[in-house]
């Protein structure tokens, strides 16, 4: 007899509004519609006092200043206790000499990580994957990365990440590959034969490959 997959709802997408949440934090309470009008990076760890978090949150720490001059707010969140949070939080300041301002949130009930997909449903335990949703000013998922356990993020990437979603729609234009804040923006292809003909740059880019500043 073969068992039966166990069944679930249908996971988040980029564009679906984030899920509304209340909860304890290591800053205070905070709802998701605290964030409204500013941009948020919430990133999901496996859990408190394990190595490759560590790292992620002091880098994530000492990056937060950039992600602040970008209109771009921090919030984490596990599955463990606001206790433990605050356990390992301290611990990191005393042992690395790094403060992690942003919230962390807890999650022991697992109803905020269920209601994004943050719990892998055929693990063995309750850990988090690494999953990072960047969401915009009106509450909208515009990103989603998911890593491994074994595996820490680039914060890097991450901040790029932002920057080319900001830059992407005040320009009403696409990001290259690797996109920096230095390097030009993409023209939307052209959807029509006539923008098609018309569409030939003064430095002889193709129709399709048209750049644009920032």
């Known amino acids: 007899m073969t068992d039966t997959p166990p069944t679930f709802s249908r996971p988040l997408r980029i564009g679906d509004p984030a899920p509304e949440f209340r909860a304890r934090t290591t800053c205070g309470e905070r709802a998701l519609s605290d964030y409204r009008g500013h941009w948020l990076m919430l990133f999901a760890h496996p859990a408190d006092f394990t190595p490759v978090c560590t790292t992620e949150f002091i880098s994530l720490a000492k990056s937060a200043e950039q992600f602040e001059a970008i209109g771009c707010k921090l919030l984490g969140i596990s599955v463990d206790s606001l206790y433990s949070h605050v356990a390992w939080l301290r611990d990191i300041h005393e042992r690395f000499g790094v403060k992690v301002t942003f919230p962390v949130i807890e999650d022991p009930s697992m109803i905020i990580a269920t209601a994004y997909g943050m719990l892998d449903p055929l ?15 009106q509450g909208v998922i515009r990103a989603m990365t998911w890593y491994p356990m074994n595996v820490g993020r680039s914060v890097a990437e991450q901040l790029r990440l932002v920057k080319a979603l900001q830059a992407a729609d005040r320009n009403s234009a696409s990001t290259p590959e690797g996109w920096n804040d230095d390097r030009p923006l993409l023209h939307p292809a052209p959807t029509t034969l006539d923008d098609a003909l018309s569409g030939e740059s003064a430095d002889g880019a193709p129709w399709y490959f048209r750049q644009q500043r920032d």
């Open 123 to 137: 693990s063995p335990d309750a850990a988090a994957v690494r999953a990072s949703y960047v969401i915009d000013p």
